[in-house]
């Protein structure tokens, strides 16, 4: 699409509700698609909406486009359960902007409900299994669970660039100070790099508190025209700009382990679109299943050079009063990750960008970006947010 196309996209929608489920951490009592249910009741209160409201259903997770519809009493005339791992919500943002301003839809819920830790209404999908194109491909040869795949690009960058492990370790620590004043975050209590450095390995370059947690938890969005969210109950967060990209689905045919091609594109498409300068931007939620993902999502989406996203975390400069906040929620490292993490991502934008988060409140924040991963460093997707159009 021509870039003034694309540019024609800025701010024609809006996120006007943003919650999560009443709970996140251990909950063996909530199925997967009660946690869909209850994020998607706590953002349709949070807009001033109901579900007779309601256009369209994006969800994502083990359930069918049907099922979450039929358990919340919508009729929809549109639902999507794109599948593209933990980044399918912000690319939903994409899909909900062509639904809206192609006259299809008008109020358009996005839905997360992740059993991970309890799998409870989880099926058995298992997507590392013998008939799975990994567990042919892959498996055999000593590639295990994500920890091992994530460690190929982790352990290609420090060969490329330098990058070290105590510069891993300071993304750990920079998050959880964060977590700290974070009072649904599962894990609050201080670390230092050497908490991490001696922490039990994993995978090298790994160590436990290099892993992002494993938990339950869920999420919604309600997605509207810009013109519709001035009705709305609350501020707008408009989406100035979206993009998704992929590269491979294996980790094997990642083209370069120390260099994210599909986040590049994904991020070339959502600046063209917003028009946004990296100055401009006061919020940083980058995905961290591994503390490898931001530093390598910092020089995907240009903030830093190739190389430099390692020194560029040193010194706090990402926690709490450092002068790039990420991850303001503690992350999937400290806060919570249920599996899919992109739709914590999103919340915590929206909730910050109306200046709702407390003692983790980034002072003036209006304009954020998102940026997650989808499988093992395969699907990527890009929003960049604003209170402004």
């Known amino acids: 699409m021509a870039l003034e196309k694309l540019h024609a996209q800025r701010g024609t929608t809006a996120i006007v509700g943003a919650a999560e489920s ?117 498996m055999p040869y000593g590639i295990g669970g994500p920890a091992t795949r994530y460690a190929l690009a982790a352990v290609r960058h420090m060969h490329e660039y330098g990058t070290t492990k105590k510069q891993l370790a300071e993304v750990a620590v920079a998050t959880r100070k964060w977590a700290t004043l974070n009072p649904r975050a599962a894990m609050r209590d201080p670390i230092t790099v050497d908490d991490v450095l001696k922490s039990k390995e994993i995978a090298w370059p790994f160590n436990l508190l290099d892993c992002c947690l494993v938990t339950d938890g869920g999420g919604a969005l309600v997605v509207t025209s810009a013109e519709r969210a001035r009705s709305c109950k609350q501020k707008p967060v408009y989406v100035l700009g979206t993009g998704e990209a992929t590269c491979h689905s294996i980790i094997s045919q ?31 939620m980058f995905y961290d299943a591994f503390t490898i993902v931001p530093i390598l999502a910092l020089e995907a989406l240009g903030f830093v050079k190739p190389g430099e996203g390692g020194p560029f975390v040193e010194d706090g400069k990402t926690g709490p009063g450092g002068s790039f906040p990420m991850n303001t929620n503690g992350g999937g490292l400290s806060y ?12 915590e934008a929206v ?18 970006i998102c940026h997650g991963t989808g499988g093992i460093l395969s699907a990527s997707a890009t929003a960049i947010l604003s209170t402004e159009r």
Not at 46 to 59: N, Y
Request: net charge negative.
């Open 22 to 138: 009443d709970q996140v951490g251990k909950l063996p009592r909530k199925s997967a698609l009660a946690l869909h249910a209850e994020g998607a009741r706590n953002a349709l209160a949070d807009a001033g909406l109901t579900a007779k409201d309601v256009d369209a259903v994006l969800s994502t997770g083990r359930q069918t486009a049907n099922d979450v519809p039929e358990y919340l009493g919508i009729r929809p005339r549109y639902m999507d359960n794109t599948q593209m791992g933990g980044c399918s919500f912000i690319a939903h943002l994409q899909h909900a902007l062509g639904l809206i301003n192609a006259g299809v839809a008008e109020v358009v819920l996005i839905t997360h409900g992740e059993s991970g830790y309890s799998r409870v209404g989880m099926g058995s999908g298992d997507r590392f299994a013998p008939d799975t194109p990994p567990g042919q491909y892959e």
């Open 254 to 284: 990642m083209p370069r382990f120390h260099v994210w091609d599909a986040a590049i594109m994904a991020g070339e498409r959502a600046w063209a679109m917003s028009g946004v300068k990296h100055s401009e931007i006061d919020l940083a």
């Open 336 to 347: 919570t990750h249920s599996g899919m993490y992109g739709m914590y991502l999103l919340v």
């Open 351 to 368: 909730k910050q960008l109306r200046g709702e988060c407390g003692d983790r409140q980034v002072r003036d924040a209006k304009t954020a």
